[in-house]
């Protein structure tokens, strides 16, 4: 879950949380004051001290004289709650008045009979529908009238009269709606249910709050630790998301750890490209020095009177001649790698039909190379045409570079350099091109195309050339987006390998764009 979803989940869930307690809180205090929630105990009504009244108990004391004339067939004095109803009516100065389909049978206070049944006569309220009417008469008396039903469907009126205040009610002595006993009660109720509420909106909106900020802050110490082992130079340190992690969290770490590869890449570039450099200017001051050296000998031997016949200064002079012309082409092939280094080389492709285009090289090798003694054959494994984008020239030189490697290292007198082309696969052609030389080691195969890099590591043979050929061949080649590689088996030969992208016939429309 992202980490805008679960802060807004997490304040989703408090909101309901809270809402939830204000509806359930006001759901207690409306059912407590309708008095459907807090019904008083008709034990603690008749056992308590104090004379109070209020509406609430008397609908108990009611009802629990209905349920009493249920069960003894509307005959109050044989109730088992029968002297604790007397003791309440005593208390409460209240008298209890029964009416058998309408005909008068029961009082609980002969004495008051004339009083309660004209007062019963001046009230009015004969709702059968609701069992619990209640009517205040000139604020003297309370009355109280309800209906019941006993087993052989005769009716029951039931009157709760109460004239005759207790003392300490004489100045008003009209029933609160609740006793001091009941809103105690409430208020305790209440005063619990708002502790309660507060109690789980604080534990459930904390846990929610705490479980959103470990699943935000326990990834950003991880990135903490990750960017402090970048900063210290540890590049191999990888952050591994966990389980839990996802959207926002997860991709900040992939994109972390793609981050921290990068680097890794770019480091080891660096490192590679500084060894190259170290590599080249060494090489270059190597393979400078030794025609320097060479020519500064031959001059000071003219100089000095060394070559003293006409002979040997002709000698000298061209090999002086010479020297200059391989530092010549040392430098041009120097200022050449360097440009194809630098993307700087403009390389003008054109379709072309890869096996008759080698087919044709390799005729002119075979007559280039005549002279140093190195036999050059074709086979063309190709089923049908293939074409590649191709610059003829330059791709020419890779060719040629080749070869002249396989001149350097041949082992016999009369070397011999085979070309082959197949397809590697049905979007690639494979050019093998492999010679009868000496071979590379398995360890050297991936420094072969390397600037400066020869398998002479004493550098003591200056005719083993530069050491930029197969580099510069292996620049051209990618520039054509292919790729080349070495396999070889010491004493047996080196195979340099060229694999190609083959052009589709459906991307003709689209060669041109492929010129640089």
Do not use: W
């Not at 509307?74 to 008298?95: A, C, D, M, P, V």
């Not at 210290?232 to 921290?260: A, C, H, Q, T, W």
């Not at 000496?438 to 360890?443: A, F, K, P, R």
């Amino acid at each position: 879950m992202s980490v805008k979803n679960k802060i807004m989940l997490a304040n989703l869930i408090t909101f309901l949380l809270v809402v939830t307690f204000m509806f359930l809180f006001l759901f207690f205090v409306l059912r407590i004051y309708t008095n459907n929630y807090l019904k008083p105990d008709i034990d603690d009504i008749y056992n308590k001290s104090d004379a109070s009244i209020s509406l609430s108990e008397i609908r108990v004391i009611i009802d629990d004289v209905h349920n009493e004339l249920i069960q003894n067939n509307g005959k109050i004095e044989k109730s088992e709650h029968y002297s604790s109803i007397r003791k309440f009516l005593e208390k409460t100065n209240s008298t209890l008045t029964l009416f058998k389909n309408d005909k008068f049978y029961y009082i609980s206070d002969s004495s008051k009979m004339q009083d309660v049944m004209n007062l019963i006569s001046t009230y009015t309220s004969s709702n059968k529908e609701e069992n619990f009417n209640a009517m205040y008469l000139n604020k003297d008396a309370l009355i109280i009238s309800s209906f019941v039903e006993l087993n052989d469907n005769s009716e029951i009126t039931v009157y709760l009269v109460n004239t005759d205040p207790h003392p300490e009610y004489k100045t008003n002595n009209i029933p609160e709606l609740f006793s001091s006993y009941e809103n105690s009660k409430s208020q305790r109720t209440l005063v619990l249910v708002a502790l309660i509420g507060m109690l789980v909106v604080v534990l459930v909106s904390g846990g929610i709050t705490l479980a959103v900020s470990r699943s935000i802050i326990n990834p950003l110490k991880k990135l903490k630790q990750g960017t402090k082992n970048i900063s210290e130079g540890n590049l191999d340190y990888d952050i591994e998301p966990d389980i839990s992690d996802d959207g926002e969290i997860k991709d900040v770490i992939k994109s972390f750890n793609s981050m921290r590869l990068k680097l890794k890449t770019s480091d080891e570039q660096k490192t590679k490209y500084e060894n190259s450099r170290k590599e080249l200017i060494a090489g270059i001051s190597h393979d400078l020095k030794t025609p320097i050296t060479s020519i500064k000998g031959y001059v000071s031997g003219l100089m000095d009177g060394v070559a003293d016949t006409r002979e040997k200064q002709i000698k000298y002079l061209k090999t002086i001649l010479s020297t200059a012309e391989d530092m010549d082409h040392l430098v041009d092939e120097l200022f050449l790698f360097s440009k194809l280094d630098l993307d700087k080389i403009p390389f003008e492709l054109e379709k072309t039909d890869i096996g008759a285009y080698l087919e044709d090289c390799s005729e002119e090798m075979k007559f280039a190379f005549e002279n140093d003694k190195l036999a050059v054959s074709f086979s063309n494994r190709l089923e049908e045409p293939k074409s590649v984008m191709l610059d003829k020239n330059k791709f020419g030189r890779v060719l040629i570079n080749v070869a002249r490697n396989s001149v350097k290292y041949k082992t016999e007198e009369i070397g011999s350099l085979h070309i082959d082309v197949s397809m590697c696969d049905k979007n690639t052609v494979r050019i093998e091109m492999k010679d009868n030389g000496m071979g590379v080691e398995s360890d050297a195969l991936d420094k072969i195309f390397d600037s400066f890099y020869r398998t002479d590591k004493s550098r003591s043979n200056p005719g083993s050339g530069s050491g930029l050929g197969l580099s510069i061949s292996k620049q051209i080649v990618l520039s054509h987006g292919g790729k080349i590689y070495g396999e070889s088996i010491v004493g047996q030969g080196l195979a340099v390998i060229i694999e190609l992208p083959v052009l589709e016939e459906t991307n003709e429309k689209n060669t041109d764009s492929r010129r640089r």
